[in-house]
């Protein structure tokens, strides 16, 4: 059975990658990384998909927003949107397969019809997107886990609700710090997870992505299970790592949770 291939969310590098995209990336090269997952693309796809030839990277997952189609404002700031076709176009350059949106703000996650109305736009997505042959995909943080609907996370209620074809990327971090178990979270979840963000660090009571927490730490060193999640999905397609932010040297959190995950799959 195929092992998950190691992959990095390119955002965990964002302001390296401002300052110097291709030696970043041959950075994370140097790591042995084979495999990333590109954020913030649309606009500079072209200088992208040359330095990931250069360094012999490839991007089958990306983040990019679809749901919402105006600003979206993250912890991080507002975040622009393309029109989807713009973005679509953009992956088929880079050879992305799956674009997974990252971020849809919590008040939308507390009513059925919130969740319906995410759903079905997800889903037109994911019929524009199969004309370019491409999937898309969706990325939780705690608040899809820790709001409840009928009994059930809103995750789950939106996961039944998706088309077959929609798949899921499951930040372990966050599902855990949402008062998920990941481990079960991600069985219940089963083939539509495509990706995990195998992120790690401390959970305190009460964290949220609105904290914009300082303390995550290289995957194997704090709270978040991984090693367990991972155990219980042996043919998940891709385990990212993932820094939202990290107090120390970025590059050198990667190349350890890199070791931990390469001695753990």
Known sequence: MPKPEISVQLYSIHTALGEDLDGS?????????????????????????????????????????????????????LLSVPPAEETFAAAATLGVEVVIDPFVAPDRWTTLADVQRSADRLNAR?????????????????????????????????????????????????????????????????????????????????????????????????DVPLAAVLAAAPSLPYAVIEFDHYAGDVFDGIAQSYRFLSSTL
Do not use: C
């Open 126 to 222: 994911a019929e524009q997107a199969a004309r370019a042959g491409l999937k898309v995909g969706y990325h939780n943080h705690d608040h899809e886990l820790s709001s409840m609907i009928d009994g059930r996370p809103a995750l789950e209620v939106f996961a039944d609700l998706l088309d077959p074809s929609v798949l899921l990327e499951v930040d372990l971090y966050w599902a855990t710090a949402g008062g998920a178990d990941p481990v079960e979270l991600v069985q219940r979840l089963g083939d539509r997870v495509v990706a995990v963000h195998a992120k790690d660090g401390p959970i305190r009571p009460g964290i949220t992505a609105a904290d914009l927490p300082t303390d995550q730490q290289p995957a194997g060193q704090g």
């Open 25 to 77: 990336l041959a950075k994370l090269a140097g790591i042995g990384l084979k495999t990333v997952e590109a954020f913030d693309f649309v606009r500079r796809a072209d200088e992208l998909k040359e330095s990931f030839d250069r360094h012999g990277l490839t991007s089958p997952t990306a983040h990019a927003i679809l749901i919402e189609d105006e600003g979206v404002t993250t912890p991080d700031g």
